[in-house]
């Protein structure tokens, strides 16, 4: 089942925070990230596993809740370079460990 | 390092023909990962080869199919084309070492079947 992302779009300005969630009907067992930017390819953040700790990517960082099934990516002091939209990939057994997306959340970081 | 190559990068077809789609991994990297994207229905996993096997397919027919070479090059192959076929075919490569895990995508080759 595909992972709820929220919200669907943020806009921010340069500097500020926000927090993309991504929530899970069925247990987690990894959490992928990724930013797409428009006409390009996905680049993958980083990878979040069960039971692992929160990761990092310059200002961007993710935590891993395993009892809420969910993840949060966090994009700190954002930069105009933030701006597209992210993607979460989730892994669970009850998928048989196929990566299944959400539906992206849209950034788009004004100076 | 060279990055991930795929070919071609666009490609128009018809209906009930058939289409082959190569990716050429980062060097190193024996995982290969493929991926559609629409408008529609947004990133869908397709398969992933380790080692010229198949270690996981996503929930497409089995018209959708794929290899990977000793060279750790890899092909899909969509027979049958349909309209709902056009799409975004994203191949990524990654290497899993110790805790460290990297992943990069190819430019995707841009298949629209009429």
């Known amino acids: 089942q595909q992972p709820v992302q929220s919200p669907q779009a943020v806009i921010l300005r340069e500097g500020e925070d926000a927090v993309i969630n991504c929530s899970s009907s069925?247990?987690?067992?990894?959490v992928h990230w990724y930013r797409q930017k428009h006409g390009e390819a996905p680049v993958f953040l980083m990878i979040l596993l069960k039971g692992g700790e929160q990761k990092g990517h310059d200002k961007i960082s993710a935590s891993f809740n395993e009892k809420k099934q969910q993840s949060s990516l966090y994009l700190t002091a954002s930069q105009l370079s933030y701006s597209g939209t992210y993607f979460c990939g989730t892994e669970t057994k009850a998928a048989g460990n196929k990566l299944t997306f959400g539906g992206g959340t849209r950034v788009l970081v004004k100076p | 390092k060279a990055g991930v190559t795929q070919t071609p990068r666009y490609l128009i077809k018809t209906r009930g023909q058939q289409v082959t789609l190569s990716c050429s991994p980062i060097s190193g990297h024996r995982s290969v990962s493929w991926y559609q994207q629409t408008p529609g229905q947004g990133l869908q996993f397709l398969f992933e080869?380790?080692?010229?096997?198949?270690?996981n397919k996503g929930n497409f027919p089995g018209r959708f199919s794929g290899r990977q070479f000793s060279n750790s090059r890899s092909e899909m192959n969509v027979s049958t084309l349909e309209l709902g076929d056009s799409a975004l075919y994203l191949c990524?490569?990654?290497?899993?070492?110790?805790?460290?895990?990297?992943?990069?995508f190819g430019p995707g080759t841009r298949l629209t079947v009429t």
């Open positions: 069925k247990a987690l067992y990894s």
């Open positions: 990524a490569s990654s290497l899993a070492s110790g805790v460290t895990y990297e992943q990069y």
């Open positions: 080869y380790f080692s010229e096997t198949q270690r």
